[in-house]
């Protein structure tokens, strides 16, 4: 089983919610990763955790801050966003934290910040 | 420096023709990996091939094909017989061997496979 699944698939906040992402994967891998991708762009890394603990942060503003509460899940919390923060945002994973394996990515949650 | 180029931005073919996806990449790394991942309109990029800096064998899987070719930093990728369901933006990517854990992906070349 090759899936990655995230929750939810659609969400519109205004700049004074907060709210959460949720990514999860059963397939005993120990590097997930979020990132974020603008329209008819590539996805761009915002933080990789490798044996749940955050290996990189690609100076991503503090708004929004990463948690993996254990191997299989990883969430993303959102707080104070900016209309610029609509994305994409995408969720992988792969069996250890080296770009030499490939990553499994999920169907990401489209976000619009009002 | 890192960099991973398609320079196709937008491809667009009739079904059953055959088409090429070029990706032109630079590193200094001796070893390194290249991916393709598609990515359809629903928005998951999905994992198509790994091939790393020492298998210049080239690979066939179905109708998707791909060539590697060290001397001139290319591995491109061909879909032989397309089909509407090829239609997505496809996305080449390198990895490094060390424990960086960053994909550096190309832009995006846009296939649209017309009936």
């Known amino acids: 089983d090759t899936e990655v699944t995230q929750t939810p698939k659609h969400l519109v906040m205004g700049m004074t919610n907060k709210k959460s992402l949720k990514c999860e994967q059963h397939?005993?891998?120990?590097?997930m990763y979020w990132y974020k991708q603008k329209a008819k762009k590539p996805p761009e890394l915002m933080f990789v955790?490798?044996?749940?603990?955050?290996?990189i942060n690609e100076s991503v503003p503090s708004r929004f801050s990463p948690e993996c509460p254990n191997s299989s899940l990883l969430n993303l919390h959102l707080h104070a966003l900016q209309p610029e923060d609509s994305a994409l945002y995408l969720c992988a994973s792969s069996p250890t934290g080296t770009a030499s394996y490939e990553q499994y990515f999920g169907p990401g949650t489209r976000l619009t910040v009002t | 420096a890192q960099k991973v180029t398609q320079a196709q931005t937008e491809i667009s073919v009739v079904e059953k023709e055959d088409v090429t996806l070029d990706c032109v990449y630079e590193?200094?790394?001796?070893?390194?990996?290249l991916f393709w991942y598609k990515q359809p309109p629903s928005g998951e990029l999905v994992f198509l091939i790994r091939?790393?800096?020492?298998?210049?064998q080239n690979e066939i899987s179905g109708r998707y094909s791909w060539n590697f070719q060290k001397s001139t930093s290319s591995f491109n990728f061909t879909i032989t017989a397309s089909q509407v369901v090829d239609s997505a933006v496809y996305f080449c990517?390198?990895?490094?061997?060390?424990?960086?854990?960053?994909?550096?992906f190309g832009s995006g070349t846009r296939l649209l496979v017309r009936p």
């Open positions: 990517a390198l990895g490094r061997m060390d424990s960086s854990y960053k994909l550096i």
């Open positions: 955790y490798s044996y749940e603990k955050l290996s």
């Open positions: 091939r790393n800096s020492f298998d210049e």
């Open positions: 590193t200094r790394d001796t070893t390194y990996y």
């Open positions: 397939m005993g891998h120990r590097a």
